[in-house]
């Protein structure tokens, strides 16, 4: 037997030998079950107990036991790991557990660690023994969510079944010499814990019993949901799967199932009811006198059975029948996960989904049955209800007309008064070029047609034809070139062609800067009408017709909401943002004051009534679609 002072010489080495390797972890794990199963003192056991409770909950990165003391109290039993303080902030859901007295799930940030500050949950499960608290058990863990952590509570909910032992073993003092069922059962654990696989675990386990109770045959089978099949038999490699030995023992076990109870041969008084019919034909064929098939619990519910042929002239007796039952109970959940564990996944999907069948067709479990029909019936109101399907782009307010001031002649910037964005009424002067070269000129051509004048008049008086017709023509030539002057000088004014916006151009920092003839200077747009320019995606442009009607929203306007109608559409595309869209036209059914053209927005164009799951889920066909058939050979 172990002292107690081996399970702190044990993790003294752990702690000094600093981080822990797996193959020291490992080490530390096989002493701490010998420990757990040799323990003399409470202490030890305790230890022991939280060690391999830890070990066994994923992401587990602290534990703390607290029991009853004499005076009341409840005071710490163990802690894990040894040492370290981040036991520490388990004290207060310990506490909270008690007070309660159920079990508690907490989310909190976890103490200094390997997981210092990360998201962490705190678990505490109170041991409640026929009304009586005997102490509680708080874990740490790493944040962890589903099944993962349903599994950590399931453990934590197990394992509180050895502390419940402990408190009957205090009660009832020693007890008699003879075999203890609790360190049996931990021997069993031990054993199926050790082997690496399900099928050597199931063969280790029944040769073990075969060899403690001195049976002949024992026999090992799994439900799996509709009937029991033997998995193992001892002493064994294979078995005949269509043998009447084995179709016997299978009938033996489902029996048991069906009456959810143990079955002995011969049968105790307290047994006096439980129907034993396939149990007999077994003992008959086999000429067993003693024969005893009890169940194996899972998780959630019964994994399997075991059935135990002593032999002739041989029984056993109502201690060993209860120290098999608790050996069962213990090795249940592990040796289930052993099985899932190698099953395909084929196999594991079919189980979940009849778990899932039992839950909502059982009589258990009412708020699931309620989420699941509330699930269904939104599935069937979206699948019936129908909405508008709606193609929705980008958009841009521009004017209906925009027309362009520019520069009349080769010259220099001498005023601009208007720029981008000011409002402006026909004839309003936008620029100014400078005119003092044009003024120049039509001095100059003004002095030349008088000079050409005089000469005219005095060939007409002398009477020269020949003089009159030329000084005629260069006197229209002069006269041409003022009118060009002039008309030039008109033009240097450039002035607005309608009452309007000014939605482009800004020449106030650009005074005395040359501009050539033909240059873009403004663009004008009228108030009081717009039109709409729409970007649409590719997938959308294929629903989008001219006359659909739609509504706008802009970024500057939120507030209102303008409807419009789809007037042109244009079948050519651009790359916007690294996407093809489509330009597309609208006409505005109704203006705002506030309306400029530039303003930027989205816009939704309505299409037509679509079922709902349709509309939401189209983008998402629409590219399994291009997905498959891009892959499809």
């Known amino acids: 037997m172990a002292p107690r002072n081996e399970g702190s010489a044990a993790k003294r080495e752990a702690d000094e030998a600093g981080p822990a390797t797996p193959v020291d972890m490992a080490e530390l794990d096989a002493r701490m079950w010998s420990l757990f199963a040799e323990a003399e003192t409470s202490a030890a056991f305790c230890e022991a107990w939280l060690h391999l409770q830890c070990r066994a909950v994923p992401g587990a990165v602290a534990g703390l036991l607290l029991l009853v003391q004499n005076d009341g109290s409840f005071a710490p039993a163990a802690t894990w790991p040894a040492g370290v303080p981040a036991a520490d902030q388990l004290v207060g859901p310990a506490e909270r557990a ?11 940030r976890l103490a200094p660690g390997e997981a210092a500050g990360a998201p962490g949950v705190h678990v505490a499960y109170p041991i409640d023994v026929e009304g009586s608290l005997f102490g509680v058990v708080a874990l740490a863990a790493t944040a962890r969510a589903g ?26 003092g020693k007890g008699p010499a003879g075999p203890d069922p609790v360190a049996e059962a931990l021997d069993l654990l031990a054993l199926v814990q050790g082997q690496a696989a399900f099928p050597a675990a199931a063969l280790a386990l029944v040769n073990e019993i075969a060899a403690r109770t001195g049976a002949e045959r024992v026999a090992l089978g799994r439900f799996d949901g509709r009937r029991m099949r033997i998995r193992t038999l001892s002493h064994s490699a294979s078995l005949r799967r269509r043998g009447e ?43 067993t006198s003693g024969l005893l098939t009890l169940l194996i619990p899972g998780r959630e519910r019964v994994f399997g059975a075991l059935t135990i042929e002593c032999g002739a002239g041989r029984i056993l007796d109502p201690a060993a029948v209860r120290g098999l039952e608790l050996g069962a109970t213990v090795i249940g959940p592990l040796i289930e996960a052993k099985a899932e564990a190698r099953r395909w996944i084929g196999g594991r999907l079919r189980d979940a989904v009849a778990d899932a069948g039992r839950a909502l067709l059982g009589r258990r479990r009412p708020g699931l049955k309620l989420v699941v029909l509330a699930v269904v019936a939104a599935a069937v109101a979206l699948a019936l209800a129908t909405g508008t399907h709606r193609v929705t782009a980008r958009s841009v307010l521009e004017g209906s007309i925009q027309q362009a001031a520019v520069a009349p002649f080769d010259g220099f910037i001498a005023q601009a008064p208007q720029r981008a964005g000011d409002r402006v009424r026909e004839g309003q002067v936008l620029a100014v070029l400078d005119d003092r070269d044009l003024r120049l000129d039509r001095a100059k051509w003004t002095g030349e047609r008088e000079k050409l004048r005089q000469k005219l008049a005095e060939a007409m008086a002398k009477h020269e034809r020949s003089g009159v017709a030329v000084l005629a023509a260069q006197t229209r030539q002069a006269e041409s070139e003022l009118a060009l002057v002039d008309e030039k000088l008109a033009r240097a004014r450039i002035l607005a ?35 709409i320019v729409l970007r649409v995606d590719e997938r959308d442009i294929g629903f989008t017709r001219i006359g659909q009607a739609g509504d706008l929203a802009l970024t500057g306007m939120p507030d209102r909401v303008l409807p419009f109608v789809v007037t042109k559409l244009t079948p050519v595309a651009n790359v916007e943002d ?14 705002d004051e506030r309306l400029r053209p530039g303003m930027e927005g989205v816009a939704k164009v309505r299409i037509g009534e679509r079922a709902l799951v349709w509309v939401w889920l189209r983008p998402a066909i629409d590219w399994v679609r291009i997905t498959v058939w891009k892959w499809w050979p």
Request: proline fraction near 4%; charge should be neutral.
């Open 578 to 591: 690294g996407r093809n869209v489509f330009r597309v036209e609208a006409q505005l059914d109704a203006t």
């Open 147 to 172: 099944a993962a952590l349903q599994d950590a509570l399931r453990q934590v909910h197990w394992g509180i079944g050895w502390l419940e032992s402990l408190y009957w073993r205090r009660r009832s």
């Open 98 to 108: 008690l007070r309660g007295r159920r079990g508690i799930v907490e989310t909190a």
């Open 497 to 531: 062609p309608f009452d309007g916006l000014v939605v482009s151009g800004d020449l106030s920092q650009m005074i005395g800067s040359p501009v050539e003839r033909g240059k873009v200077l403004f663009e004008v747009a009228p108030l009081a009408a717009y039109r």
């Open 245 to 287: 030995l084995v179709v016997a023992i299978e009938a033996a076990m489902e029996e048991a199932l069906d009456q959810g109870s143990t079955i002995g041969l011969p049968a105790p008084a307290e047994e006096a009811g439980v129907i034993a019919r396939a149990n007999r034909h077994l003992a008959r064929l086999t000429q």
